[in-house]
């Protein structure tokens, strides 16, 4: 039976435009196994996972767990345990990092500012400072979410660690099972699948002087699908690599189609047509689910360059 990845990648399924969706992430060193729901189903006590899943509900930021590259026994609970939390909106874009003895100093944070960017709460209530290493390569391994994050993911983190490449993480989940490996960047937040080693090592020695690269991008995590889909084009249209040049400004419609206006900081401005389309055929969009379904796609159906006059107006 063909595991939902070698399916997604046999179609050619297109990668833009499907990032998980989070302004910051908050991210907790866990070693040892973890479940499917891994907040609640690792050796961090269950309680806690629940506490900070209801903390972080409804404001823009996103929690996982992230181990280091290996075999992973159980070895017990860490005496000192890594922190990162990193916000990923153009012009705001950054990365901190604190170690803490007791996972519950993440309950004294203010979830609510710290999807609104400001790191105050993260550097105070865990005397926390900016990040000074390479950047966070974050790989997907939770193969009790999915068995293609194990299967591929894991050689992916082992290699690139092996190659000492710095910066890297087992995370616990980032959406898109079927596009394994998936890989996110921080502090930038843009999110790559059906990554290799070597194009990984491209992408972090890009974001170390500000640049991303769009081949194998999913979107940049801050934005919602659809300018996810819409930033991209533009950045392709207008070969764009710098990470913090491009913002959307303005989503305008529903589902199935929207106009997203993607702005430059240079004060040019698109206007990106986009349709929500199904990636036939039916298939089970995970290898942890037997029933067929049609994941939702999104199309750029055309990109046009605002004149200044029309900015005007």
């Known amino acids: 039976m063909s595991t939902c990845s070698t399916v997604s990648r046999e179609l050619d399924e297109p990668l833009s435009g499907t990032a998980a969706t989070a302004r910051t992430w908050l991210l907790l060193e866990q070693p040892g196994p973890w479940g ?15 506490a900070l899943e209801a903390a972080v509900k409804g404001t ?9 590259p290996g075999r992973h026994a159980d070895c017990g609970a860490p005496t000192m345990r890594q922190v990162y939390a990193a916000h990923t909106a ?13 996972p519950r100093a993440l309950l004294d944070l203010d979830f609510t500012a710290l999807g609104r960017g400001a790191h105050h709460t993260f550097d105070t209530a865990l005397d926390a400072r900016p ?5 966070l390569a974050l790989v997907c391994t939770n193969g009790k979410r999915d068995r293609c994050c194990a299967l591929l993911g894991r050689p992916l983190a ?21 596009f394994s490996p998936t890989l996110l960047v921080l502090p930038y937040g843009y999110a790559y699948g059906r990554a290799e080693a070597h194009a990984v ?11 991303m690269a769009v081949e194998g991008c999913r979107g940049r995590s801050a934005w919602e699908r659809p300018g996810q889909a819409a930033e991209l084009a533009v950045r392709s249209a207008v070969r764009e690599y710098a990470a913090d040049a491009l913002r959307v400004v303005r989503t305008d419609g529903a589902a199935p189609r929207w106009q997203v206006t993607v702005a430059h900081v240079d004060g040019r401005r698109w206007r990106v047509e986009v349709a929500q389309g199904a990636a036939l055929p039916p298939r ?30």
């Open 36 to 50: 499917a729901k891994a907040l609640t189903s690792s050796h961090l006590d269950p309680a806690l996972g629940r």
């Open 158 to 178: 082992a290699e690139l660690a092996a190659t000492e490449v710095e910066g890297v993480w087992e995370v616990t989940h980032l959406g898109g099972h079927r």
């Open 201 to 211: 090592k491209e992408v972090l020695h890009g974001v170390q002087e500000g640049r």
């Open 284 to 313: 089970p969009e995970s290898c942890g689910t037997s029933i067929l379904g049609s994941p939702a796609r999104m199309e750029v159906l055309a990109v046009h360059e605002l004149s200044m006059t029309a900015l005007a107006s």
């Open 90 to 102: 153009p012009g705001n874009a950054w990365l901190h990092s604190a170690t803490v003895r007791d």
């Open 131 to 135: 990040h000074a290493g390479a950047p």
């Open 60 to 68: 823009g930021v996103r929690i996982a767990l992230i181990r280091r």
